[in-house]
């Protein structure tokens, strides 16, 4: 189960720690991110990757970070449901 802390978040900036994912969640997320165009930057650490503690930030140019993370989370489900239909199809 993934838990969400978050640090800091306001008008053009999120930073929060999650715990119970490492790569397999947060690497697309900031691979789509980084094609926003509002995005100014975006990145994740993970202390260990058998502790599954990520740290991430976000700044964003326009927009809020929180409405960023969703139009990325809405093109990667998007993404993955294409690729269920070419492979059921």
């Keep these: 189960m993934?838990?969400?802390e978050i640090?800091?978040?306001d008008d053009k900036y999120l930073?929060?720690?999650?715990k119970g994912d490492t790569y397999?969640?947060?690497s697309?997320?900031?691979e789509y991110l980084s094609g926003d165009p509002d995005v100014e930057y975006v990145q994740?650490?993970?202390d260990h990757p058998l502790q599954e503690n990520v740290?991430?930030?976000l700044k964003v140019r326009r927009g809020s970070p929180l409405e960023a993370v969703q139009r990325a989370v809405n093109a990667i489900l998007s993404d993955l449901e294409e690729l269920e239909k070419g492979f059921f199809s």
């Design 15 to 18: 930073e929060f720690r999650a």
């Design 28 to 30: 697309p997320l900031v």
């Design 44 to 46: 994740f650490d993970v």
């Design 2 to 4: 993934l838990q969400l």
């Design 24 to 26: 397999t969640l947060f």
């Design 7 to 9: 640090v800091r978040l």
């Design 55 to 57: 740290h991430f930030k």
